[in-house]
């Protein structure tokens, strides 16, 4: 999203990172991803609820395809962390327009997320 900020600006939109860490660990995220907008904390998950954004089972989090991707990391020296919060949590994509979710990508596994060109023409087309 962030390579595609100024197209979602030049539509009117922002884009709001949403996360169920403590604030500062997402500040932390937000400064290393160099993210451009907001980066809100719902340690409540609040909004994962209301969005209906559910748990992934650890089969579709540790897939085939994911300890593959670990392997190579491992194999190219890249380190590899156990994850420190609930890896279990999926995320999604919504897009709103005058406090109504008009548009809304709900993942049914952890890789399983709209291209970010999607996500802009979903803008678009909420903002005619």
């Known amino acids: 999203m962030r390579n595609r900020r100024e197209a979602l600006e030049a539509l009117g939109a922002t884009a709001v990172a949403v996360g169920f860490s403590p604030p500062d660990a997402l500040a932390h995220l937000a400064d290393h991803l160099e993210w451009p907008w907001p980066f809100l904390a719902d340690t409540e998950r609040t909004v994962y609820a209301r969005l209906g954004l559910p748990r992934a089972s650890l089969r ?55 291209p970010v060109d999607v996500l802009v023409g979903a803008v678009a087309e909420a903002a005619r």
């Open 60 to 114: 579709d989090v540790y897939s085939t395809g994911t300890m593959q991707r670990y392997r190579q990391a491992a194999a190219a020296g890249e380190p590899v962390h156990a994850p420190v919060e609930d890896a279990r949590q999926l995320g999604g994509d919504a897009v709103v327009r005058a406090g109504r979710v008009v548009r809304l990508f709900r993942p049914a596994t952890p890789d399983d997320r709209p």
